[in-house]
């Protein structure tokens, strides 16, 4: 394991082809830290991150933006402030209902790629 500092303008956001209009920023890599793997994702309006599930923790942190959050069926508001925490195994998702963008902090554990 290493210890990291990167600022997330010096990594290219990618769009992620799972979903629809979402692109992401990989901040820290399973490599670097195996407990943990942190994400900078952005959900353009009216785009979708579709229900999926993953054998690790997810935690989601809305940073800014209007989203509808889907967690084992149950569908909630999820706007600045909000944080959504899937277990490994629990169906989840969200749609960005807004104007602008959807910016979400994503930390799973242990990481993923």
Do not use: W
Request: net charge negative; with cysteine; charged share 25%.
């Amino acid at each position: 394991m290493q210890s990291v500092i990167r600022n997330q303008k010096d990594v290219e956001p990618v769009k992620n082809p799972k979903h629809n209009e979402v692109y992401g920023r990989l901040l820290t890599k399973q490599e670097e830290n195996g407990r943990l793997s942190a994400h900078l994702t952005t959900v353009k309006p009216g785009g979708e991150i579709l229900p999926h599930t993953h054998e690790v923790l997810e935690v989601i942190y809305v940073i800014e933006g209007e989203g509808s959050a889907l967690i084992n069926g149950e569908r909630k508001k999820a706007e600045k402030g909000t944080i959504i925490a899937a277990n490994a195994g629990s169906e989840h998702g969200l749609i960005n209902v807004g104007e602008s963008d959807l910016v979400l902090y994503c930390v799973f554990s242990p990481g993923i790629a």
